[in-house]
């Protein structure tokens, strides 16, 4: 393969020249090309075979111990004004960027190949899609990308129709947590990353394009690239509406895209479109129509069961690829959470003891194509995308957060997504389990100010005269024992449901200071066993904690100055005082 595009040419030549590699190579996205990448990585070692009875066509890949997550201390947003790239980012200049990174790639490829990989975010006709080209030097990342995007010789042949294209230099480097960096260059449409080669710090169709650089662009061009599942919710009337969720990262997007709701929730279906990311854009009709940009899912490992999450347990017997995970004696992937099955060897690749953590890492990881999920849905490809009823924010809170509220009004939604706080989480390094704000779940993902961010998000209701209604939910609230209060997964189907009601004008509920939420029936239980008193304490206004909750979410939003819309400001006052009335 070679390219008629003179800038791509000139660019590889340029990129080339600086990093030095044995050879250059097109990938076409063939499956041929895919198997001989997989037979040179399990000749060096990166890749091994799983058990071709029980998993065929499947691989393990154990990383660098030091590299198992995304680095958000080592990521940077390169705009010409610091403002711009704002309080939520690292900042440098591009040109401080751009020199310490060529000092990195720096003949970082001799006695390697570097791979040239086009790819297509989004259904490969759809015109909500954009491409970019992947220059890297990792294997593992050329055969995650095929399963992750549209790529190949049908993405090269789009970037030559159109012209333009995201550009990405990728090189694992020495794998050196000191010599790591993830740096974007929105204004140039370009990313530069060094010394990783974990999924989101490295496949860069993933979180560096379609969220960081693709961010900054819908908001230039109108539409919103966001860190949001998207599924067609079916009821037992056949009728499908498509909602869109956003929840930080390790905070059950891919399990709610593809559960199945208990046998007493008998007709109601979930179809999945995406588990990850959504790319929206208000159609002429005024709805927000949604594409998911990707063709995979790279999706966390542990907790995934035949009990929590089966869909993604019967997509995983072939034809995938685990990163981190244990090993059994058999050569089947495990990893904790799992009913069958027992550790042989860990995620380190050595002897499984007890004694030195768990057999799979925290953040280990599958990839598969989005067409091995029984549950994918008709509309997944549709160029024009799905519209979206509603739009749910959600985290990861032991306390105070109920179950589920619906936001009064479009800007009030806005103000439910900007004040969203989370536990962290293993997706990325750094203490676990300390609860920061993170917009829209975009707090390691928006590639400028999020106070422009806010504003953008609350002229969409400009553009659509039609937004969807918004929602928050959270379905991690623990009692005192420290266990979880409601049950979760395929019995999130019972929020949808009250959703999906709202969103049409029906289903009871109570109007409160900080949103609308279900009366203590509204919600329903048939074929649960939860007890009254959980129930009622789920969906509780906890006036005090609330008080205090809103205190701080109108300090984080005035933290960003002058420059966080007014507007905003406001709404989250009328929150406040809203509150003082009844306390
Ligand atoms: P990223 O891929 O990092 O963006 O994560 P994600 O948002 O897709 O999270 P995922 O669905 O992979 O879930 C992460 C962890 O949360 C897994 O261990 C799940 O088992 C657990 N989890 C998901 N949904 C629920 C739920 O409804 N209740 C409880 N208690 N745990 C859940
Ligand atoms: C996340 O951390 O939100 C992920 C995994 O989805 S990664 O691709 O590494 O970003
Ligand atoms: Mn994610």
């Known amino acids: 393969m070679s390219t008629t595009n003179q800038p791509l040419n000139d660019w590889i030549n340029e990129v080339a020249k600086l990093t030095r590699p044995e050879q250059v190579i097109w990938c076409d996205g063939s499956d041929s090309e895919y198997q001989s990448l997989m037979s040179l990585m399990q000749d060096s070692g990166d890749m091994t075979a799983l058990n071709p009875d029980t998993h065929p066509n499947c691989f393990l890949h154990r990383s660098d111990p030091q590299d198992v997550a995304r680095v958000e201390h080592l990521t940077f947003i390169c705009t010409e004004k610091e403002d711009d790239a704002g309080p939520n980012n690292h900042w440098m200049s591009p040109g401080d960027g751009h020199r310490q990174m060529d000092d990195l790639f720096d003949g970082c490829m001799q006695g390697r190949t570097m791979y040239v990989v086009p790819y297509c975010m989004g259904p490969i006709d759809s015109p909500l899609a954009r491409c970019g080209i992947e220059l890297t030097d990792s294997p593992y990342v050329v055969v995650n990308m095929k399963l992750m995007t549209r790529m190949g010789a049908q993405a090269l042949a789009r970037i030559e129709r159109e012209g333009s294209f995201v550009r990405g230099l990728h090189s694992t480097g020495e794998l050196d947590p000191d010599r790591r960096f993830i740096m974007h260059f929105p204004e140039e449409l370009a990313i530069k990353s060094y010394g990783s080669g974990y999924g989101g710090n490295a496949l860069l169709g993933k979180k560096c394009h379609a969220l960081r650089i693709a961010s900054w662009q819908a ?8 860190h949001m599942l998207i599924v067609g919710v079916e009821n037992p009337q056949g009728e499908t509406h498509y909602v869109a969720a956003a929840f930080p990262s390790a905070c059950g997007k891919t399990n709610l895209a593809m559960m199945i709701p208990p046998a007493s929730k008998d007709g109601w279906k979930v179809w999945t479109v995406g588990d990850d990311i959504c790319w929206m854009r208000p159609g002429d009709d005024g709805r927000l129509w ?38 059994t004696y058999d050569h089947q992937p495990w990893w904790e959470g799992l009913s069958e099955g027992e550790p042989a060897t860990d995620w380190k690749g050595q002897t499984y003891a007890p004694s030195n953590g768990p057999a799979a890492h925290p953040n280990s990881r599958f990839t598969v194509s989005m067409k091995n999920c029984p549950s994918y849905s008709d509309q997944a490809e549709a160029p024009e995308g799905v519209p979206i009823s509603a739009i749910i924010f959600g985290g990861r809170r032991e306390r105070l957060v109920p179950l589920v509220m619906q936001a009064k009004n479009w800007q009030h939604g806005v103000l439910l997504g900007a004040s969203m706080a989370s536990e962290t989480t293993a997706a990325a390094t750094g203490a676990v389990g300390v609860v920061r704000r993170d917009p829209m779940a975009m707090k390691p993902f928006c590639g400028y100010n999020f106070a422009d961010y806010f504003t953008h998000w609350l002229s969409i209701a400009d553009s659509a005269s039609y937004p969807p209604e918004v ?78 909750e809103i205190a701080q979410i109108g300090q984080y939003l005035d933290s960003y100055g002058d420059r966080m819309p007014e507007r905003l400001k406001q709404t989250c006052q009328q929150v406040a005082d809203a509150l003082a009335v009844q306390s």
């Open 219 to 226: 908001r230039q061009e109108g539409w919103l690239a966001e």
């Open 290 to 327: 949604a594409i998911n940009p990707e063709a995979g899912f790279f999706g966390v490992a542990p907790g995934t069961s035949e009990s929590t999450n089966p869909n993604a347990l019967a997509m995983l017997s072939e034809d995938a690829i685990f990163t981190n995970v244990a090993e």
């Open 471 to 548: 929602f928050h939910v959270n379905w991690f609230r623990k009692n005192e024992d420290g266990a979880f209060m409601w049950p979760g997964f395929g019995d999130n189907i019972r929020v949808l449901e009250w959703i999906l009601d709202r969103c049409k004008g029906r289903g009871d509920a109570i109007e409160t200071a900080i949103g609308h939420l279900p009366g203590v029936d509204a919600i329903d239980t048939n074929g649960l066993s939860i007890d009254p008193q959980t129930m009622a304490d789920l969906v509780a206004v906890d006036i005090e904690g609330w008080s205090e």
